[in-house]
């Protein structure tokens, strides 16, 4: 079985809507996860967006109190806080690393910040598809960038070594953090606009800077932003991967299924099992050497550059 990096599942905010205790049902189980050779994945931390900054706070919580007790304590899931998590032990079991998406639940204050990085969550994603107080998402008619507390919570990120999430942030929000940081950024679900005119996915120009600085991009499987076809094969996907592979992605290009927040899933591809099958296709279309890159090592490799190399507890003081 091939091994598989994933960059975005909803499962804690899928555990947490349907009031927990339902890990058995979830697309992205650990069990599910392991059926498809997933080894490491990357777990999002999504609050509801229409909620109040209090009440996403709390569903924020309450999702890492899920990833603590259902998917580290009962089902054996690493948690990877720093790079070395990533070399240290044996090769195989599943890894998790912890992101937030959409980052309103923050109120503006970094405080809140600085205690999610404790509790060990490495990724920043500012908004979901609408505008906080932070930033417009990408369906926000206006298309602002980020604002100045937008910019306060990036650089409270990079000092504490976490890395920013471009996924649903608006076109103008992505330049501003193309202007603000230098180093590399992920994209963790998101696909190629000139391949799909969907606004979730990126420009051609944004993919190539995105490559440029060493970042990453994650393919995703909601048909909506794939493809107009009714009922697409892996072909539409391969699209999506082919083009970006022409914009100079072959190190920077992998997956992040969003299994658990799928509203249309690809045939074939609605659970974290599904990648076993997955795979192989993978395997057959791009050699040996590609699908690695394309299925563990991109994303590996990004997330050993991203995360600060050892976990340095007094790096949170403020
Ligand atoms: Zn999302």
């Given at each position: 079985?091939?091994?598989?990096?994933?960059?975005?599942?909803?499962?804690?905010?899928?555990?947490?809507?349907?009031?927990?205790d339902l890990e058995p049902a979830l697309a992205s189980s650990p069990e599910r996860l392991r059926q498809g050779?997933?080894?490491?994945?990357?777990?999002?931390?999504?609050?509801?967006?229409?909620?109040?900054?209090?009440?996403?706070?709390?569903?924020?919580?309450?999702?890492?109190d899920y990833y603590y007790a259902a998917f580290v304590a009962q089902a054996g899931v690493t948690p990877v806080v720093s790079a070395a998590d990533?070399?240290?032990?044996?090769?195989?079991?599943?890894r998790g690393v912890l992101a937030l998406e959409g980052a309103g639940c923050l109120a503006g204050q970094t405080w809140r910040l600085r205690t999610l990085h404790r509790l060990g969550v490495r990724g920043l994603g500012l908004t979901w598809n609408?505008?906080?107080?932070?930033?417009?998402?990408?369906?926000?008619?206006?298309?602002?960038?980020?604002?100045s507390r937008g910019r306060e919570v990036i650089r409270e990120a990079r000092r504490l070594g976490m890395w920013v999430d471009l996924a649903h942030l608006s076109e103008a929000g992505i330049r501003d953090v193309f202007r603000m940081l230098d180093g590399p950024v992920m994209a963790s679900h998101a696909n190629a606009r000139s391949v799909h005119p969907h606004p979730r996915n990126l420009t051609d120009d944004v993919l190539r800077e995105v490559f440029a600085r060493g970042g990453f991009v994650g393919v995703t499987f909601e048909a909506s932003f794939v493809t107009a076809e009714r009922s697409p094969g892996p072909a539409a996907l391969f699209r999506h991967?082919?083009?970006?592979?022409?914009?100079?992605?072959?190190?920077?290009?992998?997956?992040?299924?969003?299994?658990?927040?799928?509203?249309?899933?690809?045939?074939?591809?609605?659970?974290?099992?599904?990648?076993?099958?997955?795979?192989?296709?993978?395997?057959?279309?791009y050699g040996h050497a590609l699908a690695e890159k394309l299925l563990i090592g991109n994303l590996m490799r990004f997330l050993r550059s991203a995360l600060p190399s050892a976990d340095l507890r007094d790096s949170s003081s403020p």
């Open positions: 079985m091939y091994a598989v990096a994933d960059a975005h599942v909803d499962a804690l905010w899928r555990m947490v809507t349907a009031g927990g050779g997933v080894a490491l994945q990357v777990f999002a931390l999504y609050a509801s967006a229409g909620l109040p900054p209090h009440a996403q706070w709390d569903q924020v919580l309450e999702e890492l990533l070399s240290a032990g044996a090769k195989t079991g599943l609408w505008a906080n107080d932070l930033a417009d998402g990408c369906l926000e008619a206006r298309g602002a960038g980020l604002t991967i082919d083009h970006m592979l022409s914009l100079g992605g072959e190190d920077n290009v992998g997956f992040g299924s969003d299994f658990d927040g799928l509203s249309r899933p690809l045939p074939g591809l609605a659970t974290a099992a599904d990648y076993a099958a997955f795979a192989r296709q993978i395997a057959a279309r």
